[in-house]
């Protein structure tokens, strides 16, 4: 058998098994044998990222889907089972493999949860980094900018962008314009806006000619770039400051609540090591039966 089929077996057989174990879930797929209940469709969802979870798993579409294929596997690894698929030693091994992945997962998140100080400590931490360290919270000069872009760099371009440059002179509305000609389609929605940045994040000229600019709605003369000529429109400076540590407080809470977890995650670690035994010799004769197979290195002429 492919490898890869051995892998999706393993994870079928896992999902089969744990059919028994949530029995009272409600039921979002039956089958003559097998059935795909809610909890089952909760722990795959744990594949997505937290932040978009949510969002995901409210449309009844999507949860379909997704408990399709489960059910899916769960036939394959049923049929899989009386087959005997399992008997074959590299699907055991696959699905040895497969069981140490979800419990060890488990295993760091008990790690995790146990090792989190309470959010007042998280606090508490935070707020002597902030102390320690101010130089690291000083964010430089910033400029909030909109623009008008018009694409190419050629004759027909120019006169483009000479023409918006007259209609705005005349008292045309900036993020009108922006929305209707503006060929950066993402600020384009926008009006034109492309958020406060730092000095050094938007190529050379344009940097240089929207930190050129002073006064809250004036215009920058035409600038060409190599995306094209712009016309940008000053929305606000900011000047070089220290950020307070409201601003930064939630980012240096996590922080502090993922170094926490993390050290005693390798703490645990550390402490399984020091109880392990490497076979070197072992471990060279493996590598051996694999290096057999290496085709030679090929020398060009």
Do not use: C, W
């Amino acid at each position: 058998m492919i490898r890869s089929t051995y892998r999706l077996l393993a994870m079928a057989a896992i999902s089969a098994t744990a059919f028994s174990v949530h029995a009272q879930s409600p039921v979002l797929i039956q089958g003559p044998k097998v059935a795909i209940d809610a909890q089952d469709v909760q722990a795959d969802s744990l594949r997505m990222p937290a932040e978009m979870r949510a969002t995901v798993m409210s449309r009844p579409q999507t949860v379909t889907q997704i408990a399709s294929n489960l059910y899916a596997r769960r036939v394959m690894a049923l049929r899989a089972e009386t087959a005997g698929v399992e008997k074959d030693p590299e699907v055991a091994a696959a699905l040895k493999i497969a069981r140490d992945k979800v419990l060890s997962d488990a295993y760091i998140a008990k790690i995790d949860k146990e090792s989190t100080p309470t959010d007042a400590a998280v606090e508490g931490f935070a707020r002597d980094i902030y102390k320690a360290k101010p130089e690291r919270f000083k964010a430089g000069e910033q400029v909030h900018v909109k623009h008008i872009l018009i694409a190419g760099s050629d004759a027909a371009s120019r006169l483009q962008i000479e023409k918006i440059q007259q209609e705005l002179k005349a008292g045309a509305d900036f993020d009108k314009l922006a929305k209707e000609r503006s060929a950066d389609k993402g600020s384009a929605e926008k009006g034109g806006d492309l958020g406060s940045f730092e000095r050094g994040r938007m190529v050379a000229d344009f940097d240089e000619a929207a930190f050129a600019l002073t006064k809250p709605g004036q215009l920058s003369d035409i600038v060409e770039t190599q995306f094209g000529f712009h016309i940008i429109k000053l929305e606000d400076r900011t000047p070089s400051r220290t950020r307070p540590f409201s601003e930064v407080r939630d980012e240096l809470m996590n922080e502090v609540r993922n170094n926490v977890r993390q050290e005693a995650r390798v703490a645990e670690a550390q402490k399984m090591q020091q109880e392990a035994k490497i076979d070197a010799a072992a471990i060279a004769s493996f590598s051996q039966g694999y290096a057999a197979q290496v085709p030679p290195t090929k020398i060009a002429p």
